[in-house]
């Protein structure tokens, strides 16, 4: 985690990491235990005091032992993992290859974006193929192709 935020990544950036390398949440990301992250709850609003069994059964939800967390929860969750909703709720189901017009506009999407690939393909081996040349030629070649 150090290093990522070293690296200048935001904590929505390394929860993405660590959900996609480790299957776990954005409390992880901040190297928060449940319990350190109740306390960190309990410190912002101590008026509605959680305990890290509360966390345990938001976060196996939507599993028959865990809770639906509220919006309200999820709003304080998000600003204390300095996230957005959206962000916890990634690995929650997406459902929208359920619309038919949702799927028709993925494979559109799809084919225009290998044809996009392939263009940024064709032009970074011309580029690559530009500059190899360049470099061959020696350090008298500016740009625009003329001699010092």
């Known amino acids: 985690m150090a290093g990522l935020r070293a690296q200048g990544r935001t904590w929505v950036e390394i929860a993405a990491v660590f959900r996609q390398r480790y299957r ?47 919006l309200v929860v999820l709003d304080r969750l998000a600003q204390l993992c300095e996230c ?8 929650v189901g997406d459902h929208r290859a359920l619309d038919a017009h949702q799927r028709a506009t993925a494979h559109r999407n799809g084919v225009a974006d290998g044809a996009v690939r392939e263009l940024v393909e064709l032009v970074q081996t011309a580029v690559g193929r530009a500059l190899v040349a360049c470099l061959a030629s020696g350090p008298s070649v500016v740009a625009g192709g003329h001699q010092r």
Request: net charge positive.
């Open 24 to 70: 776990v949440n954005a409390r992880v990301a901040h190297g928060w235990s449940q319990r350190l992250a109740a306390e960190q709850w309990n410190r912002r609003w101590p008026e509605d005091p959680k305990t890290f069994k509360n966390l345990s059964y938001w976060e196996v939800w939507p599993a028959a032992r865990g809770y639906a967390p509220s």
């Open 84 to 91: 957005s909703i959206g962000d916890l709720l990634a690995d």
